[in-house]
């Protein structure tokens, strides 16, 4: 009685939006008891499977104490079935057309020569990471939280092949496609549209990804990496990039993974937001690797929580931990910021000394002030996006 | 000297090819809910997507799976007729509903 007060009182802005509709539907936490499976795919250790074709792999809670995601760790998301394996380098290509001075066929291995190379740390996160606390379930795949992570990703800014290819004062966007494929010869492939001044210096096609080549689940040969936004943009097996002077209508773009276009970008079941947005920079959220749910510790010993806290390039200023169900909270130490896009590591040491089940709570601050609401306090939407809860994790003292 | 030259080409193309066959994705079964009209699933979903699809939207209204169907036909071309529609409808709703005709609360 005396915590749903508490949640009330502090988030009293974020109920106001939904009046006294607000316990009509509510937001739990996402699910958290789903194993990895036996069954192992290219390259990948054992991971959470939501589907084999087209693959979707989630990491489990264990992988997220680094700030650096390993490659055979790291979350598979495709949209199309049907995945060539590049085999002849000599023959890939990413094709710069449209209206450009020239058009260009760049190899991976142009790309290295003839670039300067770059290197970005930075989060990739699916949009619908974590979209099962949505209640009513929102349509889409149901992650649990793992599908996110981060690398180390070398490769070359967009803006140089941009450059070289020269672009006409007419060209205004770019659409981008890669290599994998529908079943049905009429279906638009999974293409992204980016508006040319709009494109940064963290943008790179990337050829590495934590020192090796791409894994060929997460995009091999090359893929984009927009640092701040949601990989629903980082477009895997990148082949094309059509220069246009306008804007170019795409299913993934201007039906699907989009928001609600209003200050809480939210809305309700039964009146979904007239206006929408594409689904582009992330917020602020954090992860606890360990402990994991349901382990036993030993009262009277140490413990170190681990986890990790990123947003969508602020960079994190704080993360608090809380034992009291987030009546009060103390400041976690931080780890080396690798980069304002990357996981920021964070730990805490506690010894806990009575029996019985222990909840550890973490929330994170950006450098903009922003902070994780409550699980129950994230608004609603109907595709189940931007999902930032406090996380939680309850061991067994014994 | 020209052997030597495309000696030493041959060498370098095949230490950039990282893959040299196809790489194979490992098939699993997702089981749905057996039943006569399973053959309805069976001829317009896997096409393009295995079952886990169908599994991991979590449970929902009739109407959100009639949107599904529809969507499938319309964006993704799933060869359904509209005897089909009705049927994957109804199985969807039958094994995946949740108790709703209407999509919100």
Redesign the interface.
Known sequence: MQRREFFKISFAASAALFGSKSS??ATSKPIDTQKV?P????EKKPLI????????LEAPRTTFTRAITPNDEFFVRWHM?I????????TYYIHIHGEVEKRLYLR??DLKKDFKPVEVTAVMQCGGNSR?AFH??T????WGSGAMACATFKGVRLKDVLAKAGLKNSAEWISLNGDDK???A??ESFKRELKIDEISDDTIIAYEMNGR?IP??NG??VRLVIPGLYADSWVKQLSDIYVTKEYQPY?FMD?AYRIPDNECECE???NLAKKTKPLEEMNVKSYIGYPDNQMQIQSGTNLRVKGVAFDEGYGIKNVFISLDMGKTWQQATLGKELSKYAFREFSYNLKPMKKGTLTIMAKAVNNKGEEQPFAHDIPWNHGGYKYNGIDSVTVEVV | MKKIIILMLLCFVSLEAVYTEKVKVPSITFAIEDDPNIRVMQRNCQWCHSYGYILNQGRQSKEFWHKIVLKMRDVYHAPINARDEKIATEYLYKYYGNGREKEGY
């Open positions: 009509a539907f499976s069954v192992l795919f290219p499977v939501h589907s084999d074709r087209p693959p979707l079935p995945i060539p394996t590049p085999i002849n380098m000599d991976v291995a099962s009513p379930s349509s889409g795949i149901q529908a079943v049905m009429k279906i080549e060929f689940l091999y040969p299913f039906v309700e079941p039964n």
